[in-house]
């Protein structure tokens, strides 16, 4: 029953193993990490990987999915076998989805979403700029289709296993102790 709270990172898990002499903390048991409130990670297990005190690199481990939240219907959604997200000063840059991947984003026209991206391939590598997804860039039998949102269900917009966990972020550090 772990939970932490850092203004910038959030996460809850069964148990927690930290080992000093790698700097590696291991997350197993359902666990779910949030970093800048919109970006969820979840996975079989989670590494987080600390360089001078701070995250370096989380490795998702089986079963990896990031959802990164739009507005309160939409989520970019990427699903892979595993998955490294790469951090520099505390900021999310780069991520690397492995194996199997199937991913959703949306696209904007005029400030409202309007189309839906589903893409599946072998591997996949997005940049990340001011919490956004700049570029992506998708290797081995790329699979796309475009759909317009208007009518889509929400079924539709959604990858197996997707589920927002968002109720369940712990919100300040009182929450905590």
């Known amino acids: 029953n772990v939970r932490f709270h850092r203004s ?26 949030w970093y800048n409130r919109i970006n969820q990670f979840t996975s079989d297990s989670i590494q ?19 959802a990164i939240q739009e507005d309160t219907v939409h989520y970019n959604q990427i699903k892979a076998t595993e998955m490294m997200a790469f951090f520099s000063n505390n900021e999310l840059y780069r991520f690397d989805a492995l194996g199997g991947v199937s991913a959703i984003f949306y696209m904007e026209e005029d400030s409202t979403i309007t189309l839906m991206d589903q893409e599946e391939c072998k591997m996949l590598t997005a940049k990340i700029s001011n919490n956004e997804i700049r570029r992506t860039r998708s290797i081995g039998d790329l699979s796309q289709n475009v759909f317009p949102v208007f009518n889509l269900s929400l079924d539709k917009q959604r990858l197996k296993g997707f589920e927002w966990r968002g109720n369940e972020r712990p919100s300040s550090r009182n929450e905590i102790t």
Do not use: E, H
């Open 8 to 33: 910038d990172l959030q996460g809850l898990c069964d148990s927690l193993v930290y080992t000093g002499l790698d700097s590696m903390a291991r997350f197993y048991g359902t666990p779910v990490m």
């Open 48 to 66: 987080g990987v600390l360089k001078n005190r701070q995250l370096s690199k989380v490795n998702l481990l089986t079963n990896a999915f990031i």
